[in-house]
């Protein structure tokens, strides 16, 4: 097995998160370079992990040293870069959401259609996550039956200024969207919003309740809260004929101390999924080395995540049951 | 303190068991009477108490032996069973829903508002469930700050075959939406029905995803579903600006067993709320005693309840999100 | 049934509570009369209950409105007061232990036997907490084998200062003693004590770690931490050969919140055990009743506690493992 | 970084796991040769994993393609292989236990001091599990003050025929004598063995339990049941003066299905350690590239163990307590 060499765009928080990761974390691969529309920041992370810091991105898709491209700078550009590494044919992991508009992910799905090849993966890395991969193994599995409901709620501890209502739909929602998709194997088609009172602790944004349903019929009905206070809890529950799977909280260890007995609730996500990102980047870079696909989101899951966002946006602001637009599936997506 | 004399009317499965919970269980109360159409039953039970078997169900309210009145007959006989009780001056506890029809509960209420005193009591049980009753000392103090969200599932392991989609609404989810009211202590304003497929064993009826709106704008979400297989599961989570309470699971032991590891999940309602059913009766049996109201449901409460009720079912009829009619509360079922 | 009168030895912190809990609450039992060493004291539950405050001990066991006795004085005085009430004839739960010296509890059981019928039960209230409960069943139906361990832990928020390592053997271990015996159904032979150093807040105690075993061989082993700091804590798993059963903690809600997920502990065994107690009492009253014997601890019970303590000292200031005496049983208490 | 080529020597059940593992799955490493004693069964793998087969051990150790040894070859074989690998100047990482004689190990460790650094790892790879480095955390943070106790208990679901009484305190408790040590901080210097029943399915082996003591005194209690039915389970409970830190099991779902709400409880320790061995080798690896110590087994903590192994075997065969050796730690194998 040949080694991936690994060009990170984009070295905010996260982008540094995953670039520090794939510096020797990840079997198979190796970074070798990272930039930055700061171009500060991308040389102090170059220098501390020994690779190079590439002041454009154009020139760092283009680098003869990079086989493969993680997209993790400003969401307004995902789209825009993930279209050059089609051009350079090489892969592309795009963090989520993969574009703001539809146009900008149907200009994608053509060019990799045109290119032959799936070089596009979106990174909802939950379903990557054992707990959410468990509950689509027991669905596909039908081990206790159909799915009837899921259950899911996803809190932040706090959230910055920001994030408005909208947003808590059309961006935070995403990775649900995109989890029930995957659980469920098959499209969302309704969806109606149902908001609660602000918090006083976060006034100007709303946590909002969204009801989804599948095509077949499933209930998928999501809280989204930024502003839980006692920290990041993503939990669900998906509810068969037969029987019932829940995501248990990660910690490995218990506390009894000061009156209370039970988990320490982590502060934001990066513990919570942590698994999920390193098993992502094995299961990507396996896919480049191998040219097998994965369980990875394509282009095309980011595209109907983004129209299952449109109906929600809308079912919000009229207060009325949307259908989900259903475009047809290309061959290309299919299986 | 004087001993109550309690007659039942109704003997089938739960009159029967609040019948031998009665005799002898209940501090300050003693089973006198029991009643029902089939005699024979009735006679058995009595026999086996040591109580009187009375033909009627009027004879029972009138007896000069019974000073207050379980009734537990099938469900349209109830308000009418209410209103002799308040003609004959006694307290009753009347199992839910107190009545199929807004009429009779209205009636039932200017009864009791001409008696001027409080005589009906609605038996919704889990009031007196040191699980919701915590639930409401929490939304009462404020502890967590403010609710937002109310989840909730309630799972039968299977139901009789008369039971429609319809009465899943109408009869079943009745103990939520008092929960609801009673945790939240303010009216549910709004109600959307949304209907999950049917599941394969149980065609005809489809499980039911009810979604209520509090007059402050909390959302309470509803999962129904009365064919779980897996056996009696009522859950909720009550979501609250700086933190959330979640009901626990009774039993008293956890056993690993056969590759499992965990709680051996009830066949009915029997085991998880037998405490709420005690205390029910011990609180009801007080507040005969002392004349003082007490937690449990009343006329009041019933009668929301059902108009509830009735929004849910024009949501699930229409698809539409319905209003719940607000009538002016008496101020006789103020504070 | 007849109501039984109670009258209640010893108004201290334990004594009153158990007062105002048969004042009303135990279905069949009236409280008639209550007695302190501190007049005062008495007389004011006595003003609050309505009933009777007795000047002296005697006095209560003998008035003619008391049926049944419960000792909750100062542990010095159980065994003498539990012989007044045997010679009067009537029924006594006397708080653990039953007595200090094993001389004491042989009196105990000779004018019981002489009496020709069991009068006296100990307040050993586990028994009746659904969870040990539910361990007895599972050893005696055998239904996962036979059992081969017993893990138990006690613990304490804080203690009193006048409480010694060897207290901590002779007193707070008791609860477990008779848990263990209950549980398995037989016998305790022999026992090994190991003490951990000293917590640094509570100098001048350490911890105890006991391990006994029973006539059939299986191990059982006890933490008690009496100076725990977080709380009140009775654990217990069982290991059968096939299976283990674990109590589980009681509160019915938990609870997110400050970056913790979990239960609240509780201060003290007020709350852990209101069951227990509240079903010994039934149990206790039922008994009166109807004649027959519950499963509530004997003197006999009390008698092997006592010797098993012993051991647990000699084993404690030696380092050895020492054999538990094992007295004939008498037929009396067979069965 | 460059890549550490590892051989591996004995391909049964764990070696072909490792092996696997090795190839491709942990970042920095490669596996290039494989060896067992049966040829064929090293052919087969080496051809699945495209990599050498080399006939003898010696050979495999010397070969220029390995730079450092994995020894997962009968118990018997370990501490000769160990010699050979540090005579040839090759970490090493030995499958526990390290060797069956004091003798071997005083071995190794003098020919590891004449090599003048660390080359030998012991395969306890508990100390890499997230929930044991979270309780060895609390133990030097002193967060909730200094450890009193240390509760564990191994189960495994069965065993082979041969394991004996014997073999269970000398071979299966081991990894919890490691894990103590490392937990804690400090050697155990006494031990105590109590013996319940053989349970009926395994005839002709005991459980244990086992009580050691630390040097500062802190009690660690440590059951074994090989042949526990329901399945593999490892807990620990780590009691420190003001907290207590437990073990979580590690399923990421939890189950509601067939009466039963909780975990699927695994057949083996192999999902359950899944990461510590992942863990274990990741660390093992950037050991040999950086050259700095680790946290895992060195040969002076094998050797430990193997004399706390001693002093139960004693405890056992005695019935007494009895002390561990505590010869001088080398100051090579001192922080």
């Known amino acids: 097995m040949n080694e991936v060499r690994i060009g990170v765009?984009?070295?905010?928080?996260?982008?540094?998160?995953?670039?520090?990761?794939?510096?020797?974390?990840?079997?198979?691969?190796?970074?070798?370079?990272?930039?930055?529309?700061?171009?500060?920041?991308?040389?102090a992370l170059a220098q501390e992990l020994g690779v190079l810091a590439i002041a454009e991105a154009d020139a760092l898709i283009a680098d003869a040293e990079v086989d493969a491209v993680l997209v993790c700078s400003p969401d307004g550009t995902h789209a825009a870069l993930g279209l050059k590494a089609i051009a350079a044919g090489k892969p592309v992991l795009i963090e989520k959401p993969v574009a703001a508009e539809r146009g900008e992910v149907e200009a994608l799905m053509r060019a990799e259609m045109a290119a032959g090849r799936k070089l596009v993966?979106?990174?909802?890395?939950?379903?990557?996550?054992?707990?959410?991969?468990?509950?689509?193994?027991?669905?596909?599995?039908?081990?206790?039956?159909?799915?009837?409901?899921?259950?899911?709620?996803?809190?932040?501890?706090?959230?910055?200024?920001?994030?408005?209502?909208?947003?808590?739909?059309?961006?935070?929602?995403?990775?649900?969207?995109?989890?029930?998709?995957?659980?469920?194997?098959?499209?969302?088609?309704?969806?109606?919003?149902?908001?609660?009172?602000?918090?006083?602790?976060?006034?100007?944004?709303?946590?909002?309740?969204?009801?989804?349903?599948?095509?077949?019929?499933t209930v998928v009905d999501i809280e989204v809260y930024t502003d839980a206070r006692y920290g990041y809890d993503v939990q669900a529950e998906l509810?068969?004929?037969?029987?019932?799977?829940?995501?248990?909280?990660?910690?490995?260890t218990s506390l009894r101390h000061a009156a209370r007995d039970g988990l320490v609730v982590p502060p934001d996500w990066r513990a919570r999924f942590a698994d999920a990102?390193?098993?992502?980047?094995?299961?990507?870079?396996?896919?480049?080395?191998?040219?097998?696909?994965?369980?990875?989101?394509?282009?095309?899951?980011?595209?109907?995540?983004?129209?299952?966002?449109e109906a929600c946006l809308k079912a919000w602001s009229t207060g009325n049951r949307i259908a989900v637009e259903q475009p047809e599936r290309p061959a290309f997506y299919q299986g």
């Not at 929602?173 to 469920?184: K, M, Q, S, T």
């Not at 509810?239 to 490995?252: A, K």
Request: charged fraction near 20%; glycine fraction near 10%; include cysteine.
């Open 9 to 43: 765009i984009g070295t905010g928080v996260m982008g540094t998160d995953h670039a520090r990761k794939l510096a020797g974390g990840i079997p198979g691969a190796r970074l070798t370079a990272v930039q930055d529309f700061a171009a500060d920041r991308a040389s």
């Open 121 to 217: 993966q979106v990174g909802y890395m939950r379903r990557f996550d054992p707990g959410y991969a468990e509950m689509r193994r027991v669905v596909a599995s039908a081990e206790v039956g159909s799915p009837l409901f899921m259950h899911c709620q996803h809190r932040n501890e706090s959230s910055p200024s920001y994030l408005t209502s909208e947003l808590i739909i059309a961006n935070s929602a995403g990775h649900e969207f995109d989890a029930a998709r995957f659980v469920l194997g098959e499209e969302i088609v309704a969806a109606t919003v149902i908001s609660p009172p602000e918090p006083r602790h976060a006034p100007g944004r709303q946590p909002q309740f969204i009801v989804l349903q599948s095509a077949s019929g």
């Open 239 to 252: 509810v068969c004929e037969e029987g019932t799977v829940r995501l248990r909280p990660g910690p490995p």
């Open 277 to 309: 990102y390193r098993l992502q980047f094995e299961s990507w870079v396996r896919s480049i080395v191998t040219g097998q696909s994965n369980e990875g989101s394509t282009a095309w899951d980011g595209y109907m995540t983004l129209l299952v966002t």
